[in-house]
């Protein structure tokens, strides 16, 4: 099908004014692209920005080699599908697809308004507010709502309902003046262990553009990258909720199982292991580990100073005697035995998304050596993505976003001591990864991926 210059135009011009009927667009992308592949975590950005404002879905749904039905020929769509459609050639400009200059600035528009909503994402999460509209299942007027998120100013919660309305996350009803939270939008943006919980990357958006002035000057050589311990709270509070969700749905009941066949499993439950979860950021993923498994006991490294005082913070509020938090500036996780910080090696050893931030990745695979009890077992949970950066960007689904918090956060970290390798976020595949193994005393060594943790590659090392 071929687009002319007034296609082009016409959406153009919706672009500017409105882009798109975010209702109309919320229901084709359930019919034709949610109903058969979104629903699952890993659907979860994709579906809310479709009912934000429809581009990244119809990306995927590119991507995924347009699940769903094939689209219409163009003479029988209806207005909507071939506005979709037009959003999904646009989402391939993205790609580098160009043809008209007038499609890039649509384009550009859509990716603005996705910012948009997102700062507004944050703001919703931040102060309450898609909670209480969740949690009283009601109708709100801007007044109301303002009133039950804690006293705050009506006017401004006005204008955020109208955004949210706008953007078709929240459904205005204009006869009687009342908004509700999308019921679509309830487990991505009020309901933190829903699986699909969405929020956080509003968080992790705020923690990138944060240090975009810092990145200016390391971009010029005028400082060295910045580390997580320069990254501050936000990033430590989207790793805890991103992340905690996936350790409590998937990695203890889905990957755990499959560890030494299945004895790692049986051994947490029933003996006193000692665990080491290292780079354990707030320590919220092991605090997780530690209430599942109350027979073991849990160390949690870390060296940014942020995390650590979320991490201190959280064992104090929760009490739990199994779980130690321990300053690996203070007391590297290589000196733990020789210094005497720890009386026996440990049994288990994780690391939940470390690898590729770490300045020198074969010094901890070195000390993870050291430290690892004979028979014991370190599991690495780590972002999926391909040996080769053309394969990344032409194949990798997430490469742009990836590629983006690589820069702002993972990169930066993996350069901010003298020498460092500076993996990435898409840095440690299995062809990376696995000759670091062997070449530092590991010979048992099995990568894998789980349908359920997309974007991730799991490891299960042993010497
Ligand atoms: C992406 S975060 C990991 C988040 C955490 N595992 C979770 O699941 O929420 C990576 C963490 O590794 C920490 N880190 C980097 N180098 C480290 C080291 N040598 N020892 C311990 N932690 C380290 C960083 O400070 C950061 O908090």
Redesign the pocket.
């Known amino acids: 099908m071929t687009w002319t210059w007034r296609d082009s135009g016409l959406l153009a011009a919706g672009a500017v004014g409105r882009l798109v009927d975010a209702q109309r667009v919320k229901r084709w992308y359930f019919d034709r692209v949610a109903s058969g592949n979104a629903g699952a975590g890993g659907g979860a950005a994709a579906t809310l920005l479709a009912m934000a404002r429809a581009r990244s879905p119809l990306r995927d749904a590119a991507g995924a080699g347009g699940a769903g039905a094939p689209p219409a020929p163009v003479e029988v769509m209806k207005a909507e599908e071939r506005k979709a459609l037009l959003l999904q050639q646009l989402a391939g400009h993205l790609k580098g697809t160009t043809d008209t200059w007038m499609s890039i600035m649509v384009a550009s528009w859509v990716l603005w308004i996705d910012a948009t909503v997102m700062a507004m994402i944050y703001l919703g999460d931040q102060l309450g507010l898609y909670k209480q509209m969740a949690s009283r299942g009601s109708t709100w007027t801007a007044s109301r709502l303002a009133k039950a998120a804690g006293g705050l100013q009506a006017r401004l919660v006005q204008e955020w309902l109208a955004q949210q309305a706008a953007a078709g996350l929240v459904d205005f009803d204009p006869k009687k003046g009342t908004f509700s939270l999308s019921s679509a939008c309830v487990p991505l943006l009020a309901e933190p262990l829903s699986g699909s919980f969405f929020a956080p990357y509003a968080t992790l958006m705020l923690a990138c553009w944060k240090r975009i002035p810092t990145m200016m000057d390391a971009f010029r050589g005028q400082c060295l990258a910045p ?2 311990d320069e990254a501050g709270e936000d990033l ?1 509070d989207a ?2 909720r991103l ?1 905690v969700p996936e350790v409590k749905f998937n990695f203890i009941p889905k990957v755990l199982p499959l560890i030494q066949d299945g004895s790692l499993l049986q051994r947490l439950n029933s003996e006193n292991l000692l665990c080491a ?5 707030g320590a ?2 092991t605090m997780e580990m530690a209430l599942q498994f109350p027979k073991a006991t849990f160390h949690a ?4 100073d942020p ?1 650590l005082d979320r991490a201190r913070e959280n064992v104090k509020r929760r009490g739990l005697q199994n779980l130690k938090i321990i300053d ?1 500036k203070i007391h590297p ?1 290589g000196k733990a035995i020789s210094s005497g910080q720890v009386k026996q090696r440990y049994d288990f050893v994780m690391c ?3 690898l590729h ?2 300045a020198h990745p074969e010094q ?1 695979i070195e000390e993870v050596r050291e430290v690892l009890a004979p028979g014991g077992v370190w599991v690495i949970v780590d972002i999926a993505s391909n040996g080769e950066m053309a394969e990344n960007v032409r194949n990798h689904q997430k490469a742009a976003t990836y590629y983006g918090i690589s820069v702002c956060v993972c990169l930066p ?1 993996g350069l901010s001591a003298d020498g460092g390798r500076g993996l990435g976020t898409l840095g440690f595949p299995p062809e990376v990864a696995e000759p670091m193994f062997r070449g530092n005393g590991f010979s048992k060594i099995r990568s894998f991926q789980m349908p359920s943790l997309e974007k991730n590659q799991v490891y299960e090392v042993q010497i």
């Not at 979860?277 to 950021?281: L, T």
């Not at 490294?301 to 940014?304: I, K, L, N, P």
Request: glycine share 4%.
């Open positions: 580390s997580y430590a790793m805890a992340h979860d290292v780079g354990a950021s919220d993923c490294y870390e060296v940014a995390a690996a996780l939940y998304d470390v931030d770490l901890l970290s």
